[in-house]
């Protein structure tokens, strides 16, 4: 039976049924089992007032919540259904390219986001795979990736965040690398999208600060690079090269980045495209503490008061990306 309840009387253990559209809740199925609290906060952040119970399914809506125990997450299990629906959306080219690129962006920050909530070896091996796909896509389906690489309307996080590098950083590396062989694209779009994975072990209320960090919680933001490639280190689904995408992306070609002040050459070309493609979206992304700009006004900015930062061929190449 069916029963309309308000969200403060829903409780693990409830089956409920979601509006079928996606963009109406934050869940990539539209009915299942809640199996933690944080899934009804999630429900109740998102502004649902009320769901549909299945009280056949799951739980009554007079169900005392003292009965229910909340199982151990399944992390694979999870990760299974993320990529199985972002497979979807990549196969899929019945749908027109905007809905498609939305979607694919949409999916890959859902991937993103169950990665990070834990990067094991394992997981970030399955990831490679999972990006696979949409490495395949920027180099084949330029309908597509042109909208994919228009997005920039969302609020930031650093799921959103390493969604938009990595698309970026995979088209630039395109243009840079596509007479050379030599290179594993697939690698290397694990490297851009795994940019920022040291974040993990970074204080959230550093990472969200709105306004400047001080001078001993940017020394501890500066120890990301490190970390990520640390996480890296244990698997092998990722390149040596690749790898240190994670490690010198806030390198500067002036030889005034981090960690360890490399210049020019020094730095490697993967890192070099990935820290171009990091500065523009850090630039066109809304953030409380500064307004948001366009690409037009981020790439000039780039150019007028950061060239220095960039080799200039890549950054060259990555404003012909937009013309
Ligand atoms: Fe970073």
Aim: proline share 3%.
């Amino acid at each position: 039976m069916i029963k309309t309840i308000k969200i403060t009387e829903l409780k693990v253990g409830m089956y409920i049924n979601l509006p079928t559209s996606w963009r109406a809740h934050p869940f990539l199925r539209n009915s299942f089992t809640i199996t933690s609290n944080k899934q009804i906060q999630k429900l109740a952040d998102y502004g649902i007032k009320e769901v549909n119970i299945d009280e056949i399914k799951g739980l009554p809506s007079n169900a005392s919540i003292k009965e229910v125990e909340e199982p151990e997450k399944d992390f694979s299990q999870d990760y299974k259904v993320v990529a199985e629906k972002l497979h979807e959306v990549l196969t899929d080219k019945k749908i027109e390219p905007a809905k498609r690129a939305e979607a694919i962006h949409l999916r890959t920050a859902d991937m993103m986001k169950n990665l990070w909530e834990n990067p094991s070896p394992e997981k970030i091996g399955q990831f490679k795979k999972s990006v696979v796909g949409i490495v395949d896509l920027v180099l084949s389906e330029d309908a597509t990736n042109s909208y994919l690489l228009n997005i920039t309307s969302y609020d930031y996080d650093t799921y959103i965040h390493s969604v938009n590098v990595g698309v970026l950083a995979i088209s630039l590396a395109k243009v840079i690398l596509k007479k050379e062989n030599k290179h594993d694209m697939n690698a290397l779009g694990a490297g851009f999208f795994l940019h920022d994975l040291g974040k993990i072990h970074i204080d959230e209320a550093i990472i969200n600060k709105p306004g400047k960090l001080t001078d001993e919680e940017m020394a501890i933001m500066r120890r990301h690079p490190g970390m990520g490639f640390n996480l890296l280190l244990e698997t092998k689904q990722i390149s040596e090269e690749s790898k240190l995408i994670v490690l010198q992306h806030h390198e500067r070609y002036n030889g005034l980045g981090y960690p360890k002040k490399l210049r020019g050459e020094e730095i490697h070309i993967y890192a070099r495209i990935c820290s171009v493609a990091d500065v523009f979206d850090a630039l066109v992304s809304k953030r409380p503490y500064k307004s948001q700009l366009n690409h037009f006004e981020a790439l000039r900015l780039m150019k007028n008061e950061m060239i220095e930062h960039f080799h200039k061929d890549v950054f060259e190449k990555f404003v012909m990306l937009f013309k």
